[in-house]
């Protein structure tokens, strides 16, 4: 699926597989004019390979924050590993910015790691013989800069995950949530243009993990990088993504805005890990919306065609009048304001 209308693809991949087995690639070229993907994964299996992932297509727009989810062993992991090529794909292409990387050298793929792509995974391999801003620096020591010039940008970046004060620290000092703020930290030292997440925060303690996602979409509200963010936490993947790719058995099955993945999916596996979700906080007023305007107005509550629904519900309830609220024996106790019941709603659904 193409990137968003209006953003240049910073990462397209096509008809990308992995296959792992004996002699893979001749295997999959073998096994090509078994038809669609579905026919020549089967015929892979058939020989004793396993298909991974089974002919990814899919734009990552410039600044977009593109998450890609499923179940344990979906092929999501390994997905993005071919995309950062740390592992070599058996098909297709990955194209960085236009160019296929998938063809680049050694060297190129080491320049590229060095100033083009971040990547942050669940363990993020911390040094505990150095301090959080020497972990911090490591990137720009490989890339030649100096001393002063590379503490001055770890500093920098520490300061924007939260952890000014801790730059003397070691490892064995920090809680895990701050342990992930250092590898954060470290991927951004070297400011690059396209950012490959694998479950970052999917270790922590459920608050740790939601002050990190709000720091997270702090972070990508400034610098708007391109990003590929891994998760199989569906509330995660509707809190940060501007779109979704949802996987299974290697393959892609369906990519939409959050709001298409709750409220449209295509088939019963998507649907499954939207059922418990608030249908309210993702459908938007426009999809209600009527054309007809009736012959008299009410009064304006100010909605907007963009704005949610539970959202939209609120507005509109400050219109009516408090109603009274009976007690069991049948006698009024007090009142309530429409708008409160919805308000309290919205809350507990937040």
């Given at each position: 699926?193409?990137?968003?209308?209006?953003?240049?693809?910073?990462?397209?991949?096509?008809?990308?597989w992995q296959v792992f087995g004996t002699d893979a690639r001749s295997a999959l070229d073998a096994a090509r004019p078994a038809g669609g993907s579905r026919a020549i994964a089967e015929e892979l299996k058939s020989r004793g390979l396993i298909p991974a992932v089974r002919d990814a297509s899919f734009?990552?727009?410039?600044?977009?924050?593109?998450?890609?989810?499923?179940?344990?062993?979906?092929?999501?992991?390994?997905?993005?590993?071919?995309?950062?090529?740390?592992?070599?794909?058996?098909?297709?292409?990955?194209?960085?910015?236009?160019?296929?990387?998938?063809?680049?050298?050694?060297?190129?793929?080491?320049?590229?790691?060095?100033?083009?792509?971040?990547?942050?995974?669940?363990?993020?391999?911390?040094?505990?013989?150095?301090?959080?801003?020497?972990?911090?620096?490591?990137?720009?020591?490989?890339?030649?800069?100096?001393?002063?010039?590379?503490?001055?940008?770890?500093?920098?970046?520490?300061?924007?995950?939260?952890?000014?004060?801790?730059?003397?620290?070691?490892?064995?000092?920090?809680?895990?949530?701050?342990?992930?703020?250092?590898?954060?930290?470290r991927s951004l030292a070297v400011n690059p243009d396209i950012w490959f997440l694998d479950e970052p925060f999917s270790a922590l303690d459920p608050l740790i993990r939601r002050q990190l996602q709000d720091e997270f979409l702090n972070i990508q509200a400034t610098l708007k990088k391109s990003i590929?963010?891994?998760?199989?936490?569906?509330?995660?993947?509707?809190?940060?993504?501007?779109?979704?790719?949802?996987?299974?058995?290697?393959?892609?099955?369906?990519?939409?805005?959050?709001?298409?993945?709750?409220?449209?999916?295509?088939?019963?596996?998507?649907?499954?890990?939207?059922?418990?979700?608030?249908?309210?906080?993702?459908?938007?007023?426009?999809?209600?919306?009527?054309?007809?305007?009736?012959?008299?107005?009410?009064?304006?509550?100010?909605?907007?065609?963009?704005?949610?629904?539970?959202?939209?519900?609120?507005?509109?309830?400050?219109?009516?009048?408090?109603?009274?609220?009976?007690?069991?024996?049948?006698?009024?106790?007090?009142?309530?304001?429409?708008?409160?019941?919805?308000?309290?709603?919205?809350?507990?659904?937040?």
């Amino acid at each position: 699926m193409a990137a968003p209308s209006g953003t240049a693809p910073a990462i397209a991949v096509e008809g990308l597989w992995q296959v792992f087995g004996t002699d893979a690639r001749s295997a999959l070229d073998a096994a090509r004019p078994a038809g669609g993907s579905r026919a020549i994964a089967e015929e892979l299996k058939s020989r004793g390979l396993i298909p991974a992932v089974r002919d990814a297509s899919f734009e990552v727009g410039s600044g977009e924050l593109f998450v890609i989810m499923g179940l344990s062993g979906s092929g999501k992991s390994t997905l993005i590993r071919c995309i950062s090529r740390l592992i070599e794909p058996t098909g297709g292409a990955v194209r960085i910015d236009g160019e296929d990387i998938l063809k680049a050298s050694e060297k190129r793929l080491i320049e590229l790691r060095r100033h083009k792509l971040g990547m942050v995974f669940q363990h993020f391999g911390l040094f505990p013989h150095m301090t959080v801003i020497d972990n911090v620096a490591f990137p720009l020591k490989m890339q030649g800069a100096g001393r002063a010039e590379r503490r001055a940008r770890a500093a920098e970046v520490l300061q924007m995950v939260g952890l000014e004060g801790r730059e003397s620290a070691y490892v064995r000092e920090l809680s895990g949530g701050q342990r992930q703020r250092v590898g954060i930290a470290r991927s951004l030292a070297v400011n690059p243009d396209i950012w490959f997440l694998d479950e970052p925060f999917s270790a922590l303690d459920p608050l740790i993990r939601r002050q990190l996602q709000d720091e997270f979409l702090n972070i990508q509200a400034t610098l708007k990088k391109s990003i590929v963010f891994i998760t199989h936490d569906i509330t995660e993947a509707l809190k940060l993504a501007d779109r979704i790719a949802i996987m299974k058995d290697g393959e892609v099955v369906q990519i939409g805005t959050p709001e298409e993945i709750v409220l449209h999916p295509v088939d019963d596996y998507v649907a499954e890990f939207s059922k418990d979700v608030a249908k309210g906080r993702h459908a938007r007023v426009e999809s209600v919306m009527r054309a007809d305007l009736p012959d008299h107005m009410p009064d304006d509550p100010g909605l907007r065609a963009d704005m949610t629904l539970d959202t939209a519900l609120a507005r509109c309830m400050s219109l009516y009048q408090p109603v009274p609220v009976r007690g069991a024996d049948g006698t009024v106790i007090g009142a309530v304001n429409p708008s409160d019941l919805a308000a309290a709603l919205q809350a507990e659904e937040t």
